[in-house]
């Protein structure tokens, strides 16, 4: 059995996680712990206060217990929110406080987009545009070229948390370029775990999403590979690669 703990903000979409074990069929486990958001909202001094250190740490003995191997704070917006040397920092503390492998949701769409052999990104986000843009900066310190983005001005996760496919696929659409090798939809709040594919079809290009992204990024930390086209082109690369990215200059800490 291969176990990865999941630290996720409040209420939203957390229901993807066993949906995704369900899609998974195997011994993987997801257990999951909700962290205290605070205001929600997604603004970006919100989305900082989300993440702090404190709050990540609440729910690690419960996830240790648990059986954990490897811990993902599982929001886009409390982890890119902090800044690419914030974010890196707040990992880093993450561990310490665990002992334990630790990562993001945002690291794992910078891992992930290498994954599927891309450099070049649509963002296809529910956050205002200010937030969007917070997000495409995080990308280029990772060395990742934005090339298109599409907001969908959603103000909390609540309200992204109401969103359905249609939703979620108009602004796939919107946010796709033809320079883009692959479109991304961050934001953990996002129901996105039941239609991957669709949306890939959609647009005849890999799509990465939160959730499906933050549970490969803990899968690649516990170095389980496992093989689930349903979840989309990411789980369909049977080898995940495990590296070290270095964009300028900075290492990305696993």
Avoid: C
Wanted: no cysteine.
């Amino acid at each position: 059995m291969t176990t990865v703990g999941l630290l996720y903000p409040g209420h939203a979409a957390e229901d993807d996680f066993p949906r995704t074990e369900i899609l998974l069929d195997t011994d993987i486990r997801l257990p999951l712990f909700s962290t205290g958001t605070g205001e929600d909202a997604y603004r970006p001094d919100a989305l900082r206060a989300q993440g702090e250190a404190a709050r990540l740490a609440e729910g690690v003995e419960e996830l240790r217990l648990a059986g954990a191997e490897a811990l993902v704070w599982a929001s886009s917006g409390g982890s890119f929110g902090q800044g690419w040397e914030g974010a890196h920092e707040q990992i880093a503390t993450l561990a310490r406080t665990a002992g334990l492998p630790a990562s993001s949701t945002s690291f794992g769409f910078v891992h992930a987009v290498r994954e599927v052999g891309a450099s070049r990104v649509a963002v296809a986000a529910p956050y205002p545009q200010d937030v969007t843009g917070l997000f495409a900066r995080f990308l280029a310190s990772a060395g990742v070229e934005v090339v298109a983005t599409a907001s969908g001005g959603a103000g909390s996760a609540a309200e992204a948390g109401s969103w359905g496919p249609d939703e979620v696929k108009r602004l796939v659409r919107e946010a796709d370029h033809p320079d883009a090798e692959v479109v991304l939809v961050p934001d953990t709040a996002l129901h996105t775990a039941a239609y991957v594919p669709e949306l890939e079809e959609l647009i005849g290009k890999p799509v990465l999403t939160a959730n499906q992204v933050t549970v490969w990024e803990g899968l690649r930390l516990a170095d389980r590979r496992t093989w689930a086209p349903v979840l989309g082109t990411l789980f369909a690369t049977r080898e995940p690669v495990l590296r070290t990215l270095e964009p300028k200059g900075i290492e990305v800490r696993e």
